[in-house]
């Protein structure tokens, strides 16, 4: 009788030390919408690797959850173990092969010279020549943004409709990018900015033929705007988390970061017809500086209002 009656206490204790832990957790901004909690969604696609795949299965430690880098390591070290996934199903495996092989058919048309139009049609809507630089830097941005490329193309292989979060976050964007709040404006410039910086990061140098990397990032942004959890989301929430160093953070306000960034990959493409190898750092730097400044004095405004 003694020992149930011990055990019952200690039951009771644990759970209302967890309950504690998970309102403590709650209100330092940590959980929130159902982002960062243990109920996270299973990606919706396998093929979805880079930009809206939920990477974090587990609850995470809170140190793990408020680390950008480590969340960033994540995504990227996801982005090419996922791809073994790949081998194991013939529905992906024959479509991933099929791009490779004109990938490589395809470089090399361009190594002999071969620039007829066909060629540079196919290199364009298949991001072909990505990473295809002398520059290490270069390299590591083409090699993402053909693993971003080949993700979006996979998708389409999965069994599932791609286009379901995508219509769904059409259909939030409207919501978010019309606003007169500066606050929320600068959470736009501040989204754009960064997709324009991570468009020129993948493209290696922005040209017309590389602007395929912006039609993907605009895709898979609103893919994951249109989803609960994801890898774009959980980076995003990180960064806001450890600026905001612990305090609420308005998964609102997440959402209209990325609505910004699905913006600044669409504003990528025409910026890429200037021939400025470098646009998109120019721009997405002005863009995140502006947002930033902009969302600096916006909240000074409120301190001072209050």
Do not use: C
């Not at 295809?132 to 389409?156: C, D, Q, R, T, Y």
């Not at 995508?166 to 959470?187: D, M, P, R, V, W």
Request: hydrophobic share 50%.
């Amino acid at each position: 009788m003694l020992d149930s009656l011990k055990k019952l206490t200690k039951s009771t204790t644990e759970a209302a030390v967890k309950k504690a832990s998970l309102a403590a957790r709650r209100k330092a901004g940590l959980v929130a919408g159902g982002l960062m909690d243990n109920h996270i969604d299973a990606p919706a696609f396998s093929g979805e690797i880079l930009l809206s795949q939920s990477l974090i299965y587990k609850e995470p430690a809170a140190d793990s959850i408020l680390n950008p880098l480590k969340v960033l390591t994540q995504g990227i070290s996801s982005l090419f173990s996922n791809f073994k996934t790949v081998f194991k199903s013939k529905r992906k495996l024959i479509p991933a092969l099929a791009l490779a092989v004109i990938w490589m058919v395809l470089i090399l048309l361009r190594l002999l010279g071969v620039n007829a139009m066909p060629v540079n049609i196919l290199s364009f809507l298949t991001f072909a020549q990505g990473g295809l630089s002398p520059n290490l830097f270069h390299i590591i941005g083409g090699v993402i943004g053909k693993g971003v490329f080949a993700g979006l193309v996979l998708s389409f292989f999965s069994g599932q409709n791609p286009l379901q979060n995508f219509t769904s976050g059409i259909k939030q964007i409207s919501n978010l990018i019309f606003t007169k709040s500066l606050n929320e404006i600068a959470a736009l410039l501040i989204g754009a900015g960064a997709a324009l910086i991570a468009y020129n990061f993948m493209a290696g140098q922005a040209s017309l033929e590389m602007s395929m990397a912006a039609v993907a990032g605009f895709i898979l942004s609103l893919r994951a705007l249109g989803n609960r959890t994801g890898f774009l989301k959980s980076f995003v929430y990180s960064v806001v988390a450890k600026i905001k160093r612990g305090k609420q953070v308005d998964t609102v306000y997440v959402n209209r970061i990325i609505a910004g960034m699905s913006m600044g990959f669409v504003l990528s493409m025409p910026l890429s017809l200037t021939n400025i190898l470098t646009i998109g750092y120019l721009a997405g730097f002005l863009l995140l500086i502006a947002g930033i400044v902009l969302s600096i004095t916006s909240g000074k405004g409120k301190e001072v209002a209050a």
